[in-house]
């Protein structure tokens, strides 16, 4: 599994938001992980932050944005000369091939989950990590239930916008449902046939 | 067979205690029935017309007398004494108790079993041909693939929130016992142009409301690259399969309308980048499992015992019920879940032991279930089977009628299943009580009914395929003809206007007279009489005034 923690450093951040709490943190703020907030909305990192994104509107603000994909498409030139940090939001069967070089440019994607059922962000999301290399920030927006979240992480998703009750609840608390092995070999996971061996030879 | 390591047992026992939290935060009213819905589904627990029915798997069909065992316990102890074998080679309880269910899984994983991923929109428990390492038919035993596909699938991150439901099928043999071209994917072990083992792979097969015969997509795949192919597969499912409509969302609606030579190209563009990553299969992985399937010790002896004793019943028997063993001296039993008037696939806690018993003494501890809703010892030496039948007789399952108009697959039907608008079950026993007495001279006839349009009970692929419908608020049977699930895969034709309960009954009897009349000898089967003849004279007999 990606370590939460080990968030994607981006260079040039204007994000004036520090880890509040007095809790141990980096020591630099870090786009798209805002200001530990019980109240905030975005899991990342081990704790409910505050969301330092801005959504797109008009005009867009001087500050970290995330833009939907038909504005991308629409404004490229304009958002790539852009200083602050640069998010995307793709809905679910939205297209990601046709973005290649230009998804470097993005310190945070957002992926869209409209139910509980429809699981195509989970592929959109390996397609990211594994084929085009991303390595900004993934998020996990619309449907994010803790049941959903042990695959999420498995996928190469590292935060999580959370409206969900019991699932801010479980998060909060570390009980989130989760069979911590895994059967499938991934660029993130070892083969099951390797951990087999490791299991073997710590127990005898 | 294939034996849990500390690493399978460690999974299943996190699923357990994971489910065990689940049901109890639903019983404490922590979580409503819509929460709880998808959570129970993910463990194979449905909630059905009078009770909860938990599906257990049986991967590939293959379990052990202590299995066995178990699942006579489990019966008889949180059930009402019976279970229920399906079309997917799995085993249903119709009558648990919610609050016993995670009881029920932990029993089930002492013995190494599950119910993960027996319901839901994921990849289905993964069926095989159920005379695997036994058919002499085989290039190889297709179960070391079946279960690394069932190890790649189990909980898998991406592929557990389908468009739809996945259906894997594995064979061997060109005579196609596992249906798989009526399967999301169906896989057939071949030697390669490189003397090599490997696939051929076909995809968009189904039945449902939409019939289609899948695809071969790829002749050609080497067993090295079998996962890669699969997630490449099923990654372009998953992004592109229709969610829009239900009655859409199965690959084979893919596949079908943007056609196969496109979603095959997308899948090999897809599988050339995820080739040699860490999917491919290493060949000490792939010895690893098949070393679990090493044939057992046979004695190389073979059998000077008499197959033509003068008992009738007993010749009967070997006649339908046994097959040709790749091992001179060996046979493969098919014990019938079909006693004449029966419902089919029920087995007894009993009779369950009895059987368990006999794998353990007859058959190298190995039973498989076929999604003929039948169960095989695969192993038996010739000169046991009389005693072999002798004690299936003793149970209640000595019938002789493997592959015989009695013989019927039929789903649970509106007596259980909340789907259902119609019964399928007393119309299979009624047809069976009807033809039994004929059945001999009727020889091979695969009778097939479902009770409704979701087509569990495969009337698609029947020779003679029934669909309970209902109309204006009756049970109503629609009457199919000429289909197979096997390497000659055809879907059946509705033959006309329906009939009620009682005129079903009557039709297949019709049918049955009209083929009896018109055979061309007694080994022209009723499928070979149907293709020469076509559907006219049945329809004239059916419905001529």
């Known amino acids: 599994m990606l370590d939460e923690g080990s968030a994607h450093r981006i260079n040039g951040s204007s994000v004036g938001l520090a880890p509040t709490g007095g809790t141990v943190g980096p020591a630099l703020p870090l786009p798209g992980q805002g200001a530990r907030d019980p109240a905030g909305t975005i899991w990342h990192a081990g704790a409910f932050r505050s969301d330092p994104w801005a959504h797109a509107g008009e005009p867009l603000p001087d500050r970290p944005v995330i833009v939907s994909r038909q504005r991308w498409l629409a404004e490229r030139t304009l958002l790539m000369a852009r200083k602050a940090p640069l998010g995307l939001r793709l809905e679910a069967g939205e297209r990601v091939d046709d973005l290649g070089p230009d998804l470097a440019r993005f310190s945070l994607i957002a992926l869209a989950f409209p139910t509980f059922a429809d699981g195509r962000a989970f592929s959109t999301a390996r397609l990211l990590r594994d084929k085009y290399a991303y390595r900004g920030e993934l998020r996990a927006v619309g449907n994010v239930l803790s049941d959903l979240i042990a695959f999420m992480r498995r996928v190469g998703f590292d935060s999580f916008e959370v409206t969900h009750g019991p699932t801010r609840r479980a998060l909060s608390e570390g009980r989130i449902p989760e069979v911590t092995l895994c059967y499938q070999p991934s660029d993130r996971d070892a083969p099951h046939w390797v951990r087999r061996r490791r299991l073997a030879d710590t127990s005898s | ?545």
């Open chain 2, 1 to 545: 067979m294939y034996r849990y390591d500390e690493f399978d047992r460690e999974f299943v026992r996190q699923r357990v205690a994971q489910f065990r939290d689940q049901v109890a935060r639903r019983l404490a009213g922590e979580l409503t029935e819509d929460e709880f819905k998808p959570l129970r589904l993910m463990n194979g627990v449905y909630l059905q017309l009078h009770a909860y029915m938990l599906r257990i798997a049986v991967p590939y069909g293959t379990l052990n007398s202590r299995q066995m065992r178990k699942l006579a316990h489990i019966a008889r102890t949180y059930d009402r004494g019976t279970g229920h074998f399906t079309t997917r080679q799995n085993l249903q309880f119709n009558w648990p108790k919610l609050a016993d269910i995670p009881d029920i899984l932990g029993e089930l994983a002492s013995v190494e079993m599950h119910a993960i991923q027996t319901s839901g929109n994921c990849i289905r428990n993964v069926t095989a041909d159920h005379f695997a390492g036994a058919t002499a038919e085989e290039v190889a035993d297709p179960r070391p693939y079946a279960e690394i596909i069932r190890q790649w699938s189990s909980l898998h991150p991406e592929f557990s929130f389908l468009p739809r439901k996945f259906k894997v099928a594995v064979t061997a043999a060109s005579r196609d016992r596992a249906a798989i071209r009526v399967h999301d994917i169906g896989l057939e072990l071949k030697r390669l142009a490189t003397g090599s083992l490997g696939f051929a792979v076909f995809v968009g097969g189904g039945q449902g409301r939409t019939p289609i015969i899948a695809k071969c997509i790829r002749d050609e795949l080497p067993e090295a690259d079998l996962l890669s192919y699969l997630e490449a597969v099923l990654r372009i499912y998953n992004l592109h399969g229709r969610r829009d409509n239900k009655f859409k969302a199965r690959i084979k609606i893919l596949v079908h309308e943007i056609g196969a030579a496109a979603f095959s190209a997308q899948v090999e563009e897809e599988w050339q980048r995820i080739r040699d990553s860490a999917l491919r299969l290493p060949e000490h992985e792939i010895g690893r499992i098949r070393a679990y399937f090493a044939p057992p010790p046979f004695e190389h002896r073979p059998s000077k015992a008499s197959l033509r004793p003068p008992e009738r019943n007993f010749e009967r028997w070997v006649t339908r019920n046994t097959h040709t063993h790749k091992e001179p001296g060996y046979a493969i039993v098919t014990i019938s879940l079909k006693p004449i008037g029966g419902v089919p696939g029920d087995a007894s806690a009993e009779q369950m032991e009895a059987i368990a018993d006999l794998a353990q003494q007859y058959s190298f501890d190995e039973v498989r279930v076929s999604h003929e809703q039948n169960l095989v010892l695969p192993h038996v030496r010739i000169e046991d089977l009389r005693r072999v039948h002798a004690r299936l007789q003793a149970v209640g399952l000595g019938e002789a009628n493997a592959g015989l108009v009695t013989d019927i697959i039929a789903c649970p039907g509106l007596d259980y299943c909340a789907l259902a608008n119609a019964r399928s079950i007393p119309i299979a026993q009624r047809i069976s009580a009807r033809l039994a007495a004929r059945q001999d001279a009727i020889g091979d006839l695969k009778i097939k009914i479902s009770g409704c349009i979701n087509a569990c009970g495969h009337h698609h692929v029947g020779h003679i395929g029934i669909l309970g419908v209902e109309k204006r608020g009756e049970e109503h049977y629609q009457l199919l003809l000429g289909g197979s699930g096997a390497e000659d895969a055809a879907l059946a034709t509705i033959a006309g206007p329906g009939f009620g309960p009682d005129g079903i009954v009557d039709a297949v009897a019709k049918v049955v007279d009209t083929y009896l009349l018109l055979r061309a000898s007694a080994n022209e089967t009723f499928l070979a009489a149907y293709g020469r003849l076509g559907p006219a004279p049945f329809k004239e007999a059916l419905y001529a005034r």
